[in-house]
Each structure stands twice: as structure tokens, then as C-alpha cells.
């Protein structure tokens, strides 16, 4: 098979599963197989070459080839190249503001599929980051994002597209909203769930420095459920200050609907009442009864309030009154990809002055992989696979690209069949398809708590009270959020948490917000905490057992992100460590040097 037939396949956007023969320079020529998911789709792209049954490799190899040896098809964006800056927009009608962000949603597409990274977060907000760009003056007016993949048509429309094709590479555009990559991003965001203190923030320095720019942060429904969301909110109440908080609702959910169904919809009447909440007449109106109120006496304006409030919550939303009760003006929900309600909507909240903070609800849907139902079970950083793709995943799992995260759950699961007393609890953002193995064997004792790091540790903690053995599974960069609880609740009490530290290290493309390289420092300083790190995945499997037996005082280990190779593939229970005592890898005389976790040691015979 030539080259080009397979140029053209790629270019049709085609699952293709023949045999071709493919260069690499990392390897000889070989008779390979080539599998490839479909360009449109939003989940990440996976290219394996690996040896045809009829012929052997010495070792396998799980790689992606040069993706600019293929030819790749472009859609035109005739409107796209036009805008160099969030100005731009201003004159554009509303149907051409429609066509803009059709463009945009391919521009991120075709980058994002390229480089074989998931997309459809990024995809799902473009119309309200068109209508947040058109409604409001940035960079004199403050935008601030919780979530980098929600930034991406923000990026592109501030001067950076001729850019976007290097985000998460080496000195290119940063995966989130950075301070030192442009003027258009106010304040940087990794971990999510800090727009909105740091937009309170400048919108106090604001009204103190006599400015009147207007502060607009934009928090997810995942953002949510850390509880600084909900400390910011109460304090924006409190001062009272004017900003405005658009929360974006993907209708992803932790537990979803047995249905299937979102828990929000959006129809006609919920558009019109957030309208009429928007408007200037209706605020006004809301002010003025208020203020009748006031006048006569304290009981009657009580009385109102709660009328207001019961009103309100009738006719609004489930969960709307929960932000009036920390003081956020409740506006929504909205049709997300609706740019024009979007628009008519943002223009009322710009308009407002001395309201205080304004929360607006607005519904998007992220695609799925075939471009259409909303998807509610998986997280922004986990997208589902696709028909034509679902095989190759599936291969991915046991196959090639196998994870220090897969033999970790396999020896944890292994374990875990033996010992009724071990629980799972998962937090960060995200959670690994690794850990669905053990959440389809053990659906009772697996608990997923997405970025609530902190009531995952000290939940955990409870767990041990219990009598039972919980395996705490949190990333190196999000256990960071959680470190008083790890001091005070678990190391100091001496109650034996298990600690598993994924994707420790660097992690490359992901960049430093998500680089796990703090925590040997902060959790090896503890005086009762036992540290430990793996040098392959043989010795992960042995401290999987090891931390199944210690019952008198915490435990961690940490193991890094990239894939495994030499394994045999077959799992075999663990044997406990003996703790404190190392292996002797080279003899040598007058230095010693001190391995901790992944390494090579045929470095030193040199």
C-alpha cells in the first residue's frame, strides 16, 4: 500500500485497519498496522503501531508518527481570519457571529486532533466566549476562566490563533490562561475554582481605585464542587460588590440521572424569564418595592424578602436559591449556544451598576464523540469513546499503551477480592479510565468526589476509623489542595490512609500547573507518614500489598504518568516490603548515591 492512499484515507477522516508499511525513525521498517480515530471526533485521538500476527517484535512499541507527514484537511473560516481582536466582533451581525463561532469550533477541531487531545469542553463554550467578547471591552474589562480547555476560543480570539497549533508545547501557548502569554488574561488558572476569588479581588481593587471596568469570571459546574466557590460567593455577598459570575452548567454530573437526562433544561418560558430578570425595568421595579418596604418598618420588608425569595425559587430553577442566599442575583438558566439570548442577556447584566454580584446560568452541551447527545457521565477530562473507536480503546487497555495506572488498579482490584475492607476514594480532576475496572468489580466501595480534595482526604480518614482500608487516589498536583487535612487529620492522628500519588513528576504537554513535583518535599517532612516510590511496575504491585497491611500509621507512595514496557503482562499478587530497607543496584567506593522511584541504573556503570 503507497503512501499517498494512506495520506488519502487520513484526509477522508476514515477508521482505516489494514496492514501498511510505515518509517519511524525510532524503529527499522516493519510490517504494521495502523488504526486511527476519526479527525471530528472530540476524544483523544490514538495512533498505535504495533507488529502484524504473522510477524514478531523484539519489543513493542506504542508510538504516534510525525502527524505532519499527513496531509490534513481544512475547513475555510472566511470570518475567523478577519478578527485579530476581541474588537473585531463588534460590528458583526448575528448571523455572521453564528458562522464565527461554526468557525471557531473547527479551528479548535482541527488543532486539537492533530495533536491527539480532547477538544470537546473547548468546543462547547465558543458561543458564550463570542458573546463575552461582544458584550464586554477586555482587556479593560477583566475575563477570568476556572478551566483551560473552556480558554481555547477565548485564545483564538485574543490574538493568539496564529499560535494555537503550539499550545501544551515547549515554548508555546500555555493549556490554561496564563499572565505572562497575554494582556487578555488577567489571572492565571490550573487547578480551576480561583476566578472567583481573584475576580473579587480586582473588583475590590477596583471600586477602591475609583475604576469602573467591569470584573467577569466564568466557574464550571465541576469548579463547583470545591468549596472555595462557595467561600468566594459568600464573601462577594457580603461586600457586595459588583461583578458578574457566569456559570457554566455542562450537565456533567458525578451521578447521573438514571435516564440519562440532564438535570437542567432550557426552553422558551426559562429564556423569557431570564430576560425579564436582566432588564433594567425589572431590576428597577425590584429596587423600588424594596424600598417600599423599607418604609414601612423593618417586619413588613422581612416579609417582602421572603416573598421575593419564595417567588423566586417557584418559578426558577432547583438550586437557584442557594445563590441568593449568599447574596448572588440569580439570572438563568440560558440557552448556552444561543449567541443571540446570550448577548441580549450579557448586554442587561453590563448595564447594571451598584447591584452587587450577578450570577447568570448558562446550559451548554459538550459533544460526544459522534457530534451530538450530551454526555453526562464522563468528565471534562475524560471523553468517552466513540463506535468505530471503542475496539482500539479497548486494546489501549490491555494492550500496548498500558499505564503505571493499569497495573496499579489490576494489583489494587487483586487485592481487593481478597480483602472486603478495601475502599477506593478518587479525587482531582478527572479520573483515569484505569480505576473503571475497579469501580465496575466493586461499584459499593469506590467513591469519585471529583475536585473536593480536601473531603477526600479527611473522608478517607473517617473510612480507617471505620475498620476499613481506603486507597486515597489523588494526582501529585491536586493533592496539594489538601495538605492541611493531610497534617492535621491523618498524619498527626496516625490513622492509616493509603495514599496512591498518580501522575507524580513532570507531565509534560500538560504543563507545569499539573507537574507533580512537590510532593516527595511535603509529605516525606511528616513524622509519621511512610513515603515510598516505585522503580518499576514489578515493585508498584509489592507496595500495593504492602500498604494493604500497614494498619498503624499513614502511607504513600507515588509512581509517575508514562506508560510501562517489558511487562509480561500477567499479574501476580504482591509480596510486602520490609519497610526502611533499601536495594543495592551498584557496588562501589567513596560515593553513594540514593535512588528514589523511576530510574536507570545501567546510568551508572558509566
Not at 523484539?58 to 508518527?65: E, G, I, N, S, Y
Not at 447521573?256 to 421595579?285: E, H, T, W
Request: net charge negative.
Amino acid at each position: 500500500m503507497d503512501t499517498a492512499f494512506l495520506r488519502s484515507t487520513l484526509a477522508r477522516n476514515l477508521v482505516y485497519d489494514e496492514f501498511a508499511v510505515l518509517h519511524s525513525t525510532s524503529y527499522r521498517f516493519h510490517p504494521l498496522r495502523y488504526l486511527r480515530c476519526n479527525l471530528a471526533d472530540s476524544s483523544p485521538c490514538q495512533t498505535i503501531l504495533f507488529a502484524s500476527p504473522s510477524r514478531g517484535l523484539t519489543q513493542r512499541a506504542a508510538a504516534l508518527p510525525d502527524v505532519d507527514d499527513f496531509f490534513w484537511e481544512k475547513e475555510p473560516t472566511p470570518i475567523l481570519d478577519t478578527i485579530d481582536a476581541p474588537i473585531h466582533l463588534k460590528n458583526l451581525s448575528s448571523k455572521e457571529l453564528k458562522q464565527l463561532a461554526d468557525e471557531v469550533r473547527s479551528e479548535i477541531s482541527f488543532v486539537m486532533s492533530r495533536k491527539c487531545q480532547p477538544c470537546g469542553p473547548g468546543r462547547s463554550v465558543v458561543e458564550l466566549t463570542i458573546a463575552i467578547h461582544y458584550v464586554f471591552n477586555a482587556p479593560m474589562d477583566k475575563i477570568l476562566w476556572d478551566a483551560g480547555q473552556h480558554a481555547y476560543a477565548h485564545k483564538i480570539l485574543t490574538g493568539r490563533r496564529s499560535l494555537f497549533h503550539t499550545i501544551r508545547q515547549k515554548s508555546g501557548l500555555s493549556g490554561f490562561t496564563s499572565r505572562f502569554e497575554s494582556e487578555y488574561d488577567p489571572f492565571g488558572a490550573g487547578h480551576g475554582c480561583n476566578s472567583l476569588s481573584a475576580g473579587l479581588g480586582m473588583a475590590v481593587a477596583r471600586d477602591i481605585n475609583g475604576r469602573k471596568n467591569r470584573i467577569v469570571t466564568v466557574i464550571s459546574n465541576w469548579t463547583t464542587m470545591a468549596g472555595q466557590v462557595y467561600e468566594a460567593m459568600g464573601h462577594a455577598g457580603f461586600l457586595d460588590s459588583n461583578m458578574v459570575v457566569i456559570l457554566n452548567d455542562s450537565c456533567h454530573t458525578l451521578l447521573p440521572n438514571a435516564d440519562g437526562r440532564p438535570k437542567m433544561s432550557v426552553n422558551a418560558f426559562s429564556s423569557a424569564l431570564s430576560k425579564i430578570q436582566s432588564s433594567k425595568g425589572f431590576r428597577r421595579f425590584r429596587e423600588a418595592a424594596k424600598g417600599f418596604a423599607k418604609w414601612f418598618g423593618k417586619g413588613m420588608h422581612e416579609f417582602a424578602a421572603k416573598v421575593d425569595e419564595y417567588t423566586r425559587g417557584m418559578i426558577g430553577p432547583h438550586g437557584a436559591t442557594l445563590f441568593e442566599e449568599l447574596g448572588l442575583y440569580y439570572i438563568g438558566p440560558i440557552d448556552g449556544h444561543s449567541i443571540d439570548d446570550l448577548i441580549c442577556v450579557l448586554k442587561e447584566v453590563a448595564t447594571l451598576d451598584s447591584t452587587g454580584p450577578v450570577l447568570v446560568h448558562v446550559i451548554t452541551r459538550t459533544e460526544d464523540d459522534t457530534g451530538g447527545n450530551i454526555r453526562s457521565d464522563l468528565t471534562p477530562n475524560e471523553e468517552g469513546p466513540s463506535n468505530s473507536s471503542h475496539d482500539l480503546l479497548n486494546f489501549l487497555e490491555t494492550g500496548l499503551s498500558r499505564t503505571y495506572n493499569d497495573r496499579f488498579v489490576e494489583a489494587l482490584t487483586a487485592e481487593a477480592e481478597n480483602d472486603k475492607r478495601i475502599v477506593v476514594v478518587h479525587g482531582g480532576m478527572g479520573m483515569d479510565r484505569s480505576l473503571r475496572l475497579f469501580q465496575s468489580r466493586f461499584p459499593d466501595r469506590f467513591f469519585d468526589l471529583g475536585i473536593a480534595e480536601q473531603h477526600a482526604v479527611t473522608f478517607s480518614a473517617g473510612l480507617a476509623c471505620g475498620g476499613l482500608k481506603p486507597f486515597c487516589i489523588i494526582p501529585s498536583t491536586f493533592l496539594q489542595r489538601a495538605y492541611d487535612q493531610i497534617v492535621e487529620d491523618v498524619d498527626m492522628q496516625k490513622i492509616p490512609v493509603r495514599f496512591a500519588i498518580t501522575n507524580a513528576g513532570l507531565v509534560g504537554s500538560e504543563g507545569p500547573t499539573n507537574s507533580g513535583t512537590f510532593d516527595i518535599t511535603f509529605m516525606s517532612c511528616l513524622p509519621n507518614m511512610i513515603v515510598m516510590s516505585p522503580a518499576n511496575e514489578d515493585e508498584l504491585i509489592d507496595m500495593v500489598a504492602t500498604a494493604a497491611l500497614v494498619e498503624d500509621r499513614p502511607i504513600c507512595f507515588r509512581y509517575p504518568k508514562g506508560a510501562i514496557v517489558g511487562t509480561s503482562g500477567t499479574l501476580t499478587y504482591g509480596n510486602p516490603l520490609e519497610i526502611g530497607k533499601g536495594e543495592i543496584l551498584v557496588e562501589g567506593k567513596e560515593i553513594a548515591f540514593l535512588g528514589y522511584g523511576e530510574g536507570r541504573p545501567e546510568m551508572l556503570d558509566s
